[in-house]
């Protein structure tokens, strides 16, 4: 498997007035092509600091990140757009869909300026909200509309699906349809997604597990045989 | 600690804030200026009229004597009389070769204690009797840099008489001096006014003991009208030539009618931008709290009182409203000192000087705060029924229905998502939709109105003189010729193709109770070189009988077509009954035509002309200007294309106007629009930083609120071109006056460039929106939550 993420030594300074805050500590690793990761950890421990430098909407104060090879640490904010919009998905922990736009336009807006989309009807299926398509957000659910957000990130066919709490403001139910979700885009197009979240139950359906703490990488877990989502339970 | 609060408020958004104050401070600016310009008008002519004895009535006859014009004073209701020798003379002046210089010489009796129009002396000494001396308006000095003991040389009766300066003075019977009611501006190279001792003008015009013109004052509580039927039939055997009262006196009317439009504007303009801030101040405050709903719950949670709140929210409007006024202070103060030098170019009143005005400095203040005020206690009102734990959480989002547009079929398909988002934002949130439009709408006409006052007086100008007058050369006899034997003569002349014979007459027309002084041009049958029109351009032939009125006349009088006016001269022996044939529009002077031969007949005074109008070679043009500009016959030559070249200077000088209202209302626009792009930015915040994650570019970002914008401004401006007709309209009607009248159409390309002038002030508020875009702080965004 080839590495998709190469990250080297990254460090990410906040000045805050006078204060300094040192979000992120020399941090190393590498994401392989289709991979499930977990990044565990409490608030305030760097895992949103490190998805937003692996996701180009932050750059790092030292260190370095590749994507396939290409540097982004030194990457203009063109160049970090043109990255953002084709190889990266996001799923945001609320949502942020835009409100005047339905289910079907929601998605068809990410699809409009993807180089290969999936087709949206079909996206909108598989997340079951095919009878949903022409409603607009306020007319979701909140577990209907992550299902929104996650058609939305996942009909840009991106390489990498970036998810920051996707379950957090979820029940339980909706929560693991989310996660059953998440790994069928990852299985079926081979495409590598990373789940931020500080809920530890969801960590057993990853392929590997990162453990943050006080800006580093503490440990990482490897789970040769990862638990089906619709088995994980917090 | 609320007012740090406020502080760090209006620094995030110090672009709308800003704007919103100059809007405040435009408005304010125009409201001092103006104002205080008037009152320093007001003063200046008050002063000038009551110091050196402004007439209340003014005669002119061919002749009488002195004596009976003395005699005047007897009459019941007059006060005091000067009669007065007032003969107009061609000056040569060798520098200014190419045109005409004329001076109205008026003679002052330097016996009489208080004369009446009498001259404030600015340089030099009055001129000694029999010593050939002349005292000169000083703007007349000043154009030709003339010095005291020089010598200028005039035609008197066809001979050239020399005179020494003696001094400058300024009158004021000529505040604003112009040759005749036909000039658009003074213009002090080619025409001024000079004053000599009587004995000398007596002599030098062979008048012994007689005069030509008389002024009067009347005692206190009496009208001119009162006088007026006496003095006429007392007049009368003099031949009168005209009899008008202070109202009608041309440089007083002119001044009146500039103050009063002034007056008029100081007025009017204020409320125009006062408005337009008042609803940004209200949009923005609105916006600022309902974004604030979550802090103001905290405050309320903490125990603040809705008061305390409240005036917390005011205190940016006072504070909008205290710096817009002191700034448009200021501002106004600096331009009324520009305005009233400007004045000064055309008026000459001594005295007027700029000042400060603290009593405008307070109104604007006040004003300003007010307005602002109300604006803001408007914006946040709703503050007061929020609970805490209400106003602490969002407001819940209320899209759920699509717009009319969407049902279009083909329609909406064309836009990608940006623009339907765009759309549906501009259907939805239609207060502020409002808001911009009605800006839009407002700038756009604004502009075409200023754009078409340009267009408007070139084509006025233009259309006298390529249309109605085309003659080469406009010969006026000092008095009437026979008619053929005028025409016979010039025709002769090497180099003359075409003469053609004009009468024109002082009538006093009378319907009903409306009366009107106006002079009636007889025009010859078949004639080429002055031709009248109608509104569609048409031409229109004299008729034989009966009169044609000037709209402006016929507006004055009351009357229409086939109405019987009566009609009264000085040229004729008893009033006549003439029926009106037809109105038609004329844009400089307002006179009323007939044929000339019937008009003749009417007069029963023979077979005479008061000048013709003829075509000639331009190469002849100066041989034959150097033959009769000095002839005795002459009264006045005059030759189109000076006419038109004096004309396009005016007009150059008020483009630079045009062009300062242009640009305020560019910034109007900006203002307004940039407004409400920082609305949508702030409220949409989230959105659009959503976006930027997702991968779109700044620009593609940007589209959202752009395509809003376009699309109201595209029916902004759609809904404007009507606003912007009626608009000039009134403006026209409110600029016109019985001088001239402005057409009240708007031109395509005024249109098109207030259209241009619309599309800058949007994409210039954009290029701003757009770097707040780019600078979004997309980390930031995300993580809150509001």
Not at chain 2, 30 to 35: D, G, I, K, P, R
Not at chain 2, 338 to 346: E, R
Not at chain 2, 622 to 630: A, G, L
Request: charged share 20%.
């Amino acid at each position: 498997m080839n590495a998709i993420i190469r990250v080297k030594g990254i460090s990410k300074v906040y000045q805050m007035g006078e204060v300094r805050v040192e979000a992120l500590k020399e941090v190393s690793f590498e994401i392989n092509q289709g991979e499930f990761i977990v990044v565990l950890g409490p608030s305030g421990s760097g895992k949103s600091t490190m998805m937003n430098l692996i996701g180009g909407m932050d750059t790092v104060s030292s260190g370095e990140v590749y994507y396939k090879g290409q540097p982004l640490h030194q990457a203009t904010e063109k160049v970090l757009t043109e990255y953002r919009r084709h190889a990266v998905g996001f799923v945001f922990q609320f949502y942020n869909l835009m409100p005047n736009l339905t289910a079907y336009e929601n998605v068809q807006m990410a699809v409009q300026i993807a180089k290969d989309p999936l087709n949206v009807k079909e996206v909108l299926a598989q997340v079951g909200l095919a009878d949903r398509a022409d409603h607009f957000p306020a007319q979701l659910s909140g577990g209907q509309q992550q299902r929104v957000a996650v058609a939305r990130a996942i009909a840009k066919n991106p390489d990498l699906l970036l998810c920051d709490e996707p379950t957090g403001a979820l029940d339980f139910a909706t929560g693991v349809q989310m996660l059953k979700l998440l790994k069928e885009f990852s299985v079926q197009y081979k495409k590598t997604v990373m789940i931020i979240t500080h809920n530890a139950g969801i960590a057993e359906m990853a392929d590997r597990v990162f453990y943050m703490k006080d800006g580093r990488l503490e440990n990482i877990t490897v789970h040769p045989h990862p638990v089906p989502p619709e088995e994980v339970v917090w | 600690m609320l007012w740090r609060k406020m502080w760090r408020d209006m620094a995030e958004n110090k672009i709308a804030y800003i704007a919103c104050t100059i809007v405040i401070a435009i408005g304010l600016m125009t409201y001092t200026s103006m104002s205080m310009s008037k009152d320093h008008l007001f003063a200046a002519k008050d002063e000038f009229y009551r110091h050196y004895h402004f007439a209340d009535g003014f005669a002119k006859v061919k002749a009488m004597p002195l004596s009976k014009a003395k005699a005047i004073k007897d009459m019941e209701g007059v006060d005091r009389v000067n009669g007065r020798l007032v003969k107009e003379v061609r000056v040569l002046i060798p520098s200014s070769d190419s045109e005409d210089v004329y001076l109205r010489l008026i003679s002052f009796d330097e016996t009489l204690p208080h004369r009446l129009n009498d001259v404030e002396l600015l340089q030099g000494s009055f001129p000694q009797k029999n010593s050939r001396q002349i005292l000169l308006a000083d703007k007349f000095l000043k154009a030709h840099s003339l010095g005291l003991s020089d010598q200028i040389d005039v035609v008197i009766d066809g001979k050239q008489v020399g005179l020494t300066v003696s001094g400058s003075g300024q009158s004021p019977e000529y505040v604003y001096a112009l040759k005749e009611a036909q000039a658009i501006a003074p213009d002090p190279r080619t025409f001024e006014v000079a004053y000599l001792p009587y004995e000398d003008m007596e002599m030098l015009f062979g008048q012994k003991q007689m005069v030509n013109d008389v002024v009067f004052t009347l005692k206190p509580g009496v009208k001119f009208a009162d006088v007026e039927a006496k003095l006429k039939s007392t007049l009368k055997p003099y031949q009168l030539e005209a009899l008008y009262g202070a109202n009608d006196q041309l440089s007083n009317a002119m001044l009146s009618e500039e103050l009063k439009q002034l007056e008029k504007m100081a007025k009017s303009m204020p409320i125009l931008f006062l408005g337009v801030a008042a609803i940004i101040l209200y949009i923005m405050l609105k916006r600022l709290v309902e974004s604030q709903r979550g802090q103001i719950g905290t405050l309320k949670a903490f125990g603040y009182r809705n008061v305390e709140i409240i005036l917390h929210y005011l205190s940016y409007g006072l504070l909008i409203g205290l710096v817009g006024g002191i700034l448009g202070g200021v501002l106004g103060t600096a331009l009324s000192g520009l305005m009233i030098d400007l004045y000064q170019s055309y008026f000459s009143l001594p005295n007027l000087a700029a000042g400060f005005s603290p009593e405008y400095f307070l109104y604007s203040l006040i004003i300003s705060t007010l307005c602002s005020l109300f604006a803001s206690y408007q914006g946040v009102k709703g503050v007061l029924g929020l609970q805490p734990a209400e106003a602490m959480r969002p407001p819940i989002p209320v899209f759920t229905k699509k717009n009319m547009l969407e049902n279009l079929p083909g329609f909406w398909q064309i836009f990608t998502m940006q623009g339907r988002m765009a759309l549906r934002n501009a259907t939805r949130n239609k207060g502020r939709s409002f808001f911009t439009f009605i800006g839009i709408v407002f700038t756009f006409s604004m502009m075409a109105c200023f754009f078409s006052i340009g267009n408007m007086a070139s084509e006025m100008i233009m259309d006298q003189f390529t249309q109605v007058q085309k003659q080469d050369v406009k010969l006026s006899f000092s008095a009437p010729l026979p008619r053929r034997q005028a025409v016979r003569e010039l025709q002769h002349v090497q180099g003359v193709h075409r003469v053609e014979p004009m009468v024109e007459v002082p009538v006093s027309l009378q319907f009903l109770n409306h009366q009107e002084d106006v002079v009636a041009l007889g025009i010859s049958n078949n004639a080429n070189l002055y031709q009248v029109f109608d509104k569609q351009g048409e031409r229109v032939q004299i008729p034989r009988t009966g009169l044609m009125l000037s709209v402006q006349v016929a507006e004055q009088l009351q009357v229409k077509a086939g109405d019987v006016l009566e009609m009264d001269s000085i040229w004729a022996k008893e009033k006549m009954k003439v029926k009106v044939e037809r109105i038609v529009p004329q844009y400089i002077g307002a006179n009323v035509y007939m044929n000339q031969d019937t008009l003749l007949g009417l007069l029963k005074q023979g077979d005479l002309a008061t000048s013709v109008l003829l075509t000639i070679d331009s190469k002849q043009l100066v041989p034959f200007k150097d033959q009769y500009s000095t002839s005795k016959f002459v009264g006045n030559l005059e030759i189109r294309q000076e006419m038109i070249e004096k004309y396009e200077q005016l007009l150059a000088s008020s483009t630079y106007t045009l062009w300062i209202m242009g640009v305020i209302s560019v910034i109007t626009g900006f203002a307004i629009v940039y407004n409400s792009s920082i609305i949508s930015l702030a409220e949409r915040k989230r959105e659009l930083a959503s976006l930027r994650v997702m991968g779109m570019t700044p620009r593609e970002v940007m589209e959202i609120i752009s395509v809003e914008q376009w699309f109201l401004g595209f029916f902004g401006i759609l809904a404007g071109i009507p606003i912007a007709l009626t608009m000039n309209q009134v403006l026209a009607k409110g600029m016109s006056s019985d001088l001239y009248t402005l057409p009240g159409t708007i031109s395509p390309e005024a249109i098109l460039q207030a259209v241009l002038g619309t599309i800058f002030a949007i994409w210039i508020s954009q290029q701003w929106v757009s770097r707040k875009v780019q600078k979004l702080d997309l980390v930031e965004v995300l993580k809150e939550r509001e």
